[in-house]
């Protein structure tokens, strides 16, 4: 079965620079979520989009934007990176916005700012 | 307000013992939704288990089993006969109606053969 697919698996940014991160949902799924896992943390919600609006927004610095295309994928796009920024970050597909259905998360992808 | 708390830390077992690991939740919701993730060392988060609110019929799958409690707001995570491969960290995990998952602090298990 199809899953969540998420490019690059791995980035290494210097401070300041910028990086887009893809995520590719499951196929039929209209609702994307984006976390963020810091070193020894739990992941952390940051945004999520539902047919192409944005549904939803937590703890996402300004530096940080994120959209969803007419195909459902998303990107999430980071500007004036800085140290604290390195992470691993998650996307996750879900089938519809009613509360609980199951969040598919993909392999994520490992950003380090150096 | 939302919060999840796992206040185990770490728990170390040998191999074939069994191992519980809590979770408290707090929602001002009716409904919800509980999770259970597991992510082992290659990072990945894998999918355990989900019971909505309503659903306080507790379940064994295989090795694992889970206990649901409103009275006492409690979703715990029961491993029988643990081996080697369990060893990961386990995070639960809280949806309202919003959706986003609000995750607790984890609880790293090691299981020593």
């Known amino acids: 079965a199809a899953g969540v697919i998420q490019s690059p698996r791995h980035l290494i940014k210097e401070k300041r620079e910028t990086a887009t991160l893809k995520c590719y949902p499951i196929?039929?799924?209209?609702?994307v979520y984006w976390y963020q896992q810091g070193p020894g943390q739990d992941p952390q919600f940051l945004i999520s989009?539902?047919?192409?609006?944005?549904?939803d927004k937590g703890s996402i610095p300004d530096r940080f934007s994120a959209q969803q295309f007419s195909d459902y994928h998303s990107e999430l796009n980071m500007s004036s990176l800085e140290l604290g920024d390195s992470a691993l970050y998650f996307c996750?597909?879900?089938?519809?916005?009613?509360?609980?259905?199951?969040?598919?998360f993909g392999p994520g992808t490992r950003l380090t700012v150096l | 307000a939302q919060k999840v708390t796992q206040a185990q830390t770490e728990i170390s077992v040998v191999e074939k013992e069994d191992v519980t690991l809590d979770c408290v939740y707090e929602?001002?919701?009716?409904?919800?939704?509980l999770f259970w993730y597991k992510q082992p060392p290659s990072g990945e988060l894998v999918f355990l288990i989900r019971?909505?609110?309503?659903?306080?019929q507790n379940e064994i799958s295989g090795r694992y089993s889970w206990n649901f409690q409103k009275s006492t707001s409690s979703f715990n995570f029961t491993i029988t006969a643990s081996q080697v491969v369990d060893s990961a960290v386990y995070f639960c995990?809280?949806?309202?109606?919003?959706?986003?998952?609000?995750f607790g602090t984890g609880t790293r298990l090691q299981v020593f053969p």
């Open positions: 196929p039929r799924h209209d609702t």
């Open positions: 996750a597909s879900s089938l519809g916005l009613a509360g609980g259905d199951e969040q598919f």
């Open positions: 989009f539902y047919e192409k609006m944005q549904s």
């Open positions: 995990a809280l949806s309202e109606v919003a959706d986003k998952l609000i």
């Open positions: 019971r909505n609110s309503f659903d306080e």
């Open positions: 929602t001002r919701d009716t409904t919800y939704y």
